[in-house]
């Protein structure tokens, strides 16, 4: 099977490519890229004009809740990776938190057999670092890896226990695989729904304090250090979070982050409406977090853009404040909240944005070394089309995912996702 894509403006920062552009696939891989490509194997190839528009290496998501098994009213699967390859992305990192976890073999083949299935976007799934994630006894690594985890984490949980983690950091490290960490001290954290701060305080919630996330941020960090695994931060929301990573990775440790686009959108004052489609863990923070979020995405101290899409049924949220259930879906507000936020009003180039949905992620979880997160001859053929001048609006009919559960209800973005490819076939559009 042979596929042209011509006249596309493609970016592809691991080619340092911002520009005119004809990609050819042959056989789901990359063939050639260039401007005027001249190529035998365009004979008779598939052509698709992309008319101008932006074409990027397929988007991945180092963070997604897709319910399955266990609570498929909220999302499955097939339903998940639809709301991906809507979204612009091309591969799926799955939590573990679904009923039951995974922490098994079986599980982890179920989940994969649910996914080739569905045949939309790449899934990847991650194993628990604890049985039943209960933070007590590790599950076998090993065997995870070799039935195609390609991650381990608890969360949803923290894992409390210190001895613990630092076993868990020796034995991944040993298999070259990262720990992802939910920072949260439970102690600290206790009952709080919101940021603990000016507007808890005003609203009378109770708040979860910065320092439960940077408490335990400091502790993986030394943890890592003195073991030599890789612990990958997941969705961090305060500025000495990221002051921390800073320094981490200035030492040369192996520490990597995320962030979310929730959290470089919104600050917790959103909490006055007392709405849980703002309600997710850890906490909208405050200004001053927002700032520092966004100058780490510029510095090169955060590694990726993951969605945290978590999605939960209109019972789970439609409650008072405190009982909601914590979390909010992500998959197609992430790409046009990008560019609105990040890229339009100047805080990163479009070359930096696509770095930290592609080949940033690719590389934390090692995807890279299947080809994800770039388009250089030899690569996945995973690609994204997007309209840079149309606009979206977020309304039920928008979202592919099962759940609505998002804070940007109403909202109209930049980046209309045209069409997305996975391994040359065309999965959206
Ligand atoms: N982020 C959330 O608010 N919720 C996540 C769990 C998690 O990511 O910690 C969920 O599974 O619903
Ligand atoms: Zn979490
Ligand atoms: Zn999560």
Same mark, same amino acid.
């Given at each position: ?73 909220? !999302? ?106 939910? !920072? ?14 000016? $507007? ?12 439960? !996330? ?16 890789? $612990? ?69 101290? $955060? ?43 100047? $805080? ?82």
């Amino acid at each position: 099977m042979t596929l042209l894509i011509k006249n596309a403006r493609l970016v592809d920062p691991s080619q340092k490519w911002d520009g005119p552009a004809s990609l050819l696939v042959v056989d789901g891989q990359v063939a050639a890229v260039g401007e005027n490509l001249v190529d035998p194997r365009i004979e008779g190839a598939e052509i698709v004009d992309a008319g101008g528009r932006l074409l990027v290496p397929g988007l991945v998501d180092l963070h997604v809740h897709f319910r399955e098994p266990g609570q498929t009213a909220k !999302e499955n699967i097939e339903t998940g990776c639809r709301a991906a390859v809507a979204g612009g992305f091309t591969a799926v990192c799955a939590m573990a938190n679904t009923k039951p976890v995974n922490d098994s073999v079986a599980i982890t083949e179920m989940m994969l057999t649910r996914a080739r299935k569905a045949g939309l976007c790449r899934y990847f799934p991650l194993g628990t670092v604890t049985k039943g994630a209960a933070g007590e006894e590790l599950t076998d690594y090993g065997t995870l890896k070799a039935s195609g985890c390609i991650a381990f984490s608890d969360d949803g949980l923290p894992v409390m226990n210190a001895a613990i983690m630092r076993r868990a950091l020796e034995y991944t490290g040993w298999l070259d695989m990262p720990i992802v960490a939910h !920072e949260e001290d439970t102690n600290l954290a206790a009952k709080g729904y919101i940021n603990e701060g000016a $507007v808890s305080a005003y609203l009378g919630c109770l708040g979860i304090p910065a320092a439960a !996330e940077e408490a335990m941020v400091a502790r993986d960090i030394v943890l890592a250090e003195h073991t030599g695994g890789h $612990v990958h931060l997941a969705h961090l929301s305060t500025k000495g979070s990221l002051r921390l990573v800073r320094e981490a990775k200035a030492r040369g440790l192996k520490v990597t982050c995320e962030v979310t686009p929730h959290h470089f959108a919104l600050t917790d004052r959103e909490l006055v409406k007392f709405d849980s489609d703002f309600k997710m863990n850890p906490p909208l923070r405050s200004q001053a977090d927002l700032d520092a979020i966004l100058e780490a995405l510029a510095d090169g101290t $955060v590694d990726a853009i993951a969605t945290d899409h978590a999605p939960h049924t209109w019972d789970d949220k439609e409650c008072e404040l405190r009982d909601a259930s914590f979390g909010i879906i992500g998959l197609e507000t992430a790409l046009p909240l990008t560019l609105e936020l990040l890229v339009d009003k100047k $805080v990163i180039t479009l070359s930096r944005a696509v770095e930290l949905l592609s080949g940033g992620p690719a590389r934390v979880f090692h995807l890279d070394r299947q080809g994800l997160g770039s388009l250089k001859p030899g690569s996945a053929a995973d690609f994204t089309l997007v309209d840079l001048e149309a606009r979206v609006t977020v309304d039920r009919a928008f979202v592919q995912s099962r759940s609505f559960n998002t804070p940007f209800k109403g909202w109209q973005l930049p980046g209309k996702v045209v069409a997305t490819w996975v391994g040359g076939a065309k999965v959206w559009g």
